[in-house]
């Protein structure tokens, strides 16, 4: 069978060739940005066989939607559905990349001829996945076949009640599959994690997934190379924004998938985001995986952690004079996201047990849809797994508490999770992100037990691992350009951390709406420079100001009035001996 990805070969938009990238600098500085490739090269592992295939991908490094089990069954079931017009149920999930994945199959249908719709259940009430009163509902609603994304891969009994009332249920998945809940029932299951699978790379995110399904259903329903490449284009980059946002890792096949995915993003074919990244003052050439994870993903699960995910999936689905309003609806909500964010975060401070292996957080009025916000920057923090937990008291007398887990990597959350499974209602997610459900009742036997867990397991805390020591004098825009052929940096491809000793602090000034973030000011050499500590304005507080200081960096470049700056931001921050 053919692959169709070789038909787009001649394809030029990536992100290492945009008209902003520049070689290593002609500079001054050359001879010392050449000392420190090799330490990136050693950091990335990237040998010299390897060089050129990491700085110049081509789409023959991704792989063939064909290669995945199922796939051709459930092409051939999709197409047989839109020919005899049923109605086909796209069920997603409601995090950006349950969004990305929804979007895409339900505007590739819906352009494809079929009588399509879509729904996300509601993350406060329905949780994840399928649950048999919304196939109820489905069914009333004469569906034939439902069509999940992001979801779906450990719903046994739902599929075959799905099954029991007459519809078809192909799953489309990359979560983990538990043996003794994958769905037997399914007409058909796409999800490299399958063990029938023998797709080579396993860690795509449900976004990128559901691309494979929307190419290959291109493939067999369109007549020619031309028109299936505009067709799929704009769910290319759907899928880079949901791949960035999910924190897959940037290794692989999902490197090169970003790569080319961020290139099409510089002249986004969605309205949506293009008006997104026009109120960020973003134009072409800017947008990066910073952009997608600090500005369109947040705004987009604002949706669900504060309404409901349908709202983000309108911004890609609906007529363009609408899309200005839901636009500002996201905005509104996430403007109110971050402001509880800000209130959760100085309450879980006070709750923080000191050398603990992991902290479980409780408080009974945090909103639900907050808790993996706390829990991701309580882990940053404190490099150990976090479990923030919320329950609504006046439900009874043993309420159900809702859990969201963030873990840095070295630690398994899923098998974490397994592990004290009984004592849950339900549980599932990543090594790095994870949730569950249980009784407000056994909260504190599943505390004693993780702590225990994580105290016998061989997962160490991580260390902050740092790229070299830096001359000061590289501190350039052209050094922070030169960085970015590494791009983009994520999970597996950290950004490289960089040690700078004996920098004299001169100004200390509390930024941000709630004066939660710091901007130091640091002298070093002849020049001064300023950088920024995020939610670190405690620790901000206690800098003295004259005093030497050693501290770990992060670099990037920026675009400000047309003009590439330098954006440093500190990772940690001692006094120097």
């Not at 920026?558 to 700056?565: A, D, P, R, T, Y």
């Amino acid at each position: 069978m053919k692959k169709p990805l070789a038909l787009f070969t001649d394809f030029k938009y990536c992100i290492l060739m945009d008209s902003r990238l520049r070689p290593w600098s002609e500079s001054s500085n050359v001879q010392h940005l050449n000392e420190i490739k090799p330490l990136l090269l050693h950091k990335y592992k990237i040998t010299t066989n390897k060089e050129t295939a990491f700085f110049t991908p081509t789409l023959d490094h991704l792989g063939s939607p064909w290669d995945m089990a199922d796939m051709g069954k459930a092409v051939s079931r999709i197409i047989t559905g839109i020919q005899k017009g049923e109605r086909i149920m796209i069920f997603g999930d409601f995090d950006a990349d349950g969004i990305m994945s929804t979007a895409q199959l339900y505007d590739g249908l819906r352009k494809m001829g079929a009588k399509v719709s879509y729904r996300i259940p509601d993350r406060m009430k329905d949780s994840h996945g399928l649950k048999k009163y919304i196939i109820d509902d489905i069914s009333e609603a004469k569906v034939k076949l439902i069509i999940t994304c992001d979801c779906g891969i450990n719903d046994h009994e739902e599929v075959s009640h799905a099954k029991e009332l007459g519809i078809d249920v192909i799953i489309t998945d990359h979560h983990m599959p538990d043996k003794s809940r994958e769905p037997k029932n399914a007409y058909a299951i796409i999800n490299p994690h399958q063990e029938r699978c023998q797709y080579p790379y396993k860690d795509l995110s449900g976004s990128v997934v559901a691309f494979k399904l929307i190419c290959a259903l291109a493939e067999k329903g369109l007549p020619d190379a031309d028109a299936i490449r505009e067709f799929i284009l704009p769910y290319f980059e759907l899928a880079t924004i949901g791949l960035i946002s999910d924190c897959m890792p940037l290794t692989g096949e999902n490197r090169t998938f970003a790569q080319f995915g961020l290139g099409l993003l510089q002249n986004s074919n969605w309205e949506g985001l293009r008006r997104i990244f026009a109120k960020n003052n973003l134009d072409a050439g800017q947008i990066d995986e910073q952009t997608i994870g600090f500005t369109v993903a947040p705004l987009l699960n604002a949706a669900s952690r504060l309404s409901h995910a349908h709202l983000a999936v309108r911004l890609f689905t609906s007529d363009q004079n609408k899309i200005g309003q839901y636009l500002k609806d996201l905005e509104s909500l996430n403007d109110h996201r971050k402001l509880l964010t800000q209130t959760y975060m100085e309450q879980a401070q006070t709750m923080i047990v000191e050398d603990s292996p992991c902290q479980i957080l409780v408080h009974k009025g945090w909103h639900p849809g907050i808790l993996g916000l706390i829990a991701g920057r309580i882990t940053e923090q404190l490099q150990v797994p976090v479990i923030a937990v919320t329950y609504d008291e006046k439900s009874g007398d043993n309420p159900i508490a809702g859990a969201s887990c963030r873990a840095p990597e070295g630690y398994n959350l899923a098998e974490a999770l397994v592990s004290v499974g009984d004592h849950m209602l339900n549980h599932g997610g990543h090594e790095g992100a994870a949730g569950f459900r249980c009784n407000a009742s056994e909260l504190i036997q599943i505390e004693e037990k993780l702590q225990k867990y994580w105290k016998e397991s061989t997962a160490e805390k991580s260390p902050i691992s740092i790229t070299g020591t830096l001359n000061p004098d590289l501190l350039t825009p052209d050094f922070a350009i030169a960085l970015r052929p590494y791009k983009p940096f994520g999970m597996g491809m950290d950004t490289p951390i960089w040690r700078i000793n004996k920098g004299i602090v001169t100004e200390v000034r509390m930024v941000g709406k709630n004066k939660n973030h710091a901007q130091i000011f640091v002298q070093l050499g002849t020049k001064t420079h300023k950088m920024m500590y995020f939610f670190a304005a405690e620790k901000a507080k206690k800098i003295q100001v004259r005093k030497p200081y050693n501290m770990l960096i992060e670099i990037s470049d920026q675009w400000w009035k047309g003009e590439h700056q330098l954006s440093i931001k500190i990772v940690d921050i001692r006094k120097a001996r």
